[in-house]
C-alpha cells in the first residue's frame, strides 16, 4: 500500500492508506478516545488483513494432500514389490545357470529334487525326458515363495550322450 503522512495540529504523526484507514504511528497522547487512538486500530484495519482461511477452504486442501499422498505412497509400495519380484528373478536364473552348469559336468541320469545350499528360499526339480538314443531333455525348474504364491523359473535343455 501507498501511505502518505500527514502532520495533525497536535504534532502527532499519522498515516493515511489508499483505502483511507488512519492509524497514529505514535500512542495518542489525548486521554479521551479519538478515532485515531491506538484502542481503535484493531478495527480499523482493512479487511485484507483479518482474512483467514475458512474451515471448508481447510478441509478441501487437506483432502487434496490425503488424496495425493494415498496415490503417491500405494505407487511407491508397488515399486517395491516389482522390485523384490525383479530380484527373486534374477536370483532364480543365476541358480538355474550354476544347476545347468553343474549337471553338464557331473552329468545327471533321473529325476531330481533338492533346496540350493546358498539360498535356502529357492528348491528346483529336474526332470529327464529322452528324445531319441543319444539325445535327452533336460528341464529344470526353480521354485520360490513370493508371499502366499509359489513362482517358478525353468530352463529347458538338450544333452548328447557320448558313447
Do not use: H
Not at 497514529?24 to 485515531?36: A, D, I
Not at 482493512?46 to 477452504?57: A, D, S, V
Not at 528373478?89 to 540350493?116: H, Y
Not at 525348474?141 to 558313447?163: M, P, Q, R
Amino acid at each position: 500500500m501507498i501511505f502518505r503522512e500527514w502532520i495533525l495540529g497536535s504534532g502527532e504523526w499519522i498515516k493515511i492508506s489508499k483505502k483511507c484507514f488512519i492509524y497514529s504511528l505514535l500512542p495518542s497522547e489525548q486521554s479521551e478516545r479519538t478515532p485515531y487512538s491506538s484502542a481503535n486500530k484493531v478495527s480499523e484495519l482493512p479487511t485484507l488483513y483479518k482474512r483467514g482461511f475458512t474451515l471448508l477452504e481447510t478441509l478441501i486442501s487437506l483432502a487434496i494432500i490425503a488424496l495425493a499422498l494415498t496415490v503417491i505412497l500405494k505407487n511407491q509400495f508397488y515399486n517395491l514389490k516389482l522390485c523384490s519380484e525383479s530380484k527373486n528373478m534374477l536370483v532364480a536364473e543365476i541358480l538355474a545357470r550354476e544347476k545347468m552348469a553343474e549337471i553338464d559336468l557331473f552329468g545327471a541320469v533321473e529325476r531330481e529334487q533338492g533346496v540350493f545350499r546358498e539360498n535356502q528360499d529357492f528348491s528346483w526339480v529336474l526332470d529327464f525326458s529322452e528324445i531319441e538314443k543319444n539325445l535327452k531333455e533336460v528341464n529344470l525348474k526353480v521354485i520360490w515363495k513370493e508371499g502366499k504364491l509359489a513362482k517358478d523359473f525353468s530352463v529347458t535343455t538338450y544333452l548328447l550322450a557320448t558313447n
